[in-house]
């Protein structure tokens, strides 16, 4: 009762969740027949089958993406968490894996194989192919450059280490531009960049990227980055 969404699995049948009953549907595309049904125990909204709605379907799971759930997952307040099912129909019959949480309420989610996410991941950006205008290749380059009152330091981050790292002569009212070089060539491996007081926003730069941030002193004083 109550069907609301239906993805398919490539093998020849179709999976339509149904939000009065709480169940999935399984039925053969063609006869039109109910083979199977498997209860959902939260109300089901959409469903999702990686690569359903596509001529090529991953059709080995169904994820239930269930909806008021008060009494599953601890209260953590107004909005709470969403219980989603992972169900196998590889076989003959449904059958339930795994509960486990959601944040919000999933709409007409698309799910595609890992792998595929795995081998087309960049994993640094190249530092010689840095053409950022303001990007350095190497610590040797790391300088700081006055133009009036605008300030441009030109940052090298590599584990934790900062070039340069000891910046003076900066005066109220200066606009001071950090562009900021992370120099790591390793996987997984960004920087982070703050100064004390700053009241725009932060950075985290990944391995090989270059970022800019900028920064006003209102005062005088030693401000730690």
């Known amino acids: 009762l109550g069907p609301l969404h239906t993805e398919f699995d490539g093998n020849g049948y ?13 039925w053969k ?34 994820i239930a ?25 590889s076989g003959d019959k449904m059958k339930l894996l795994l509960d486990f949480p959601t944040i919000g309420e999933p709409h007409y989610a698309q799910a595609i194989p890992s792998d595929i996410l795995m081998k087309n991941s960049k994993k640094i950006y190249p530092i010689e192919e840095n053409d950022h205008p303001y990007g350095i290749k190497a610590e040797k380059d790391a300088r700081v450059v006055r133009e009036g009152n605008v300030v441009r330091v030109y940052m090298s981050q590599i584990r934790t280490h900062f070039a340069p790292d000891n910046i003076e002569g900066i005066k109220v009212g200066d606009k001071v531009y950090f562009h900021i070089t992370n120099l790591e060539q390793d996987w997984d491996i960004p920087h982070g960049f703050a ?5 725009n926003s932060e950075l985290l730069i990944m391995p090989g990227a270059t970022e800019t941030v900028v920064w006003t002193p209102l005062k005088g004083g030693v401000y730690p980055f």
């Open 195 to 199: 100064v004390k007081g700053m009241q």
């Open 14 to 26: 179709g999976y339509t969740s149904s939000f009065i009953s709480s169940e999935i549907v399984k």
């Open 65 to 89: 993406l269930n909806k008021i759930t008060k009494d599953r997952y601890l209260p953590t307040g107004p909005e709470l968490t969403q219980s989603a099912q992972l169900i196998d129909i």
């Open 29 to 62: 595309i063609g006869t039109w027949e109910v083979v199977d049904r498997i209860p959902a125990y939260y109300s089901i909204g959409h469903l999702c089958i990686p690569g359903g709605d596509t001529r090529k379907p991953w059709g080995k799971y169904v």
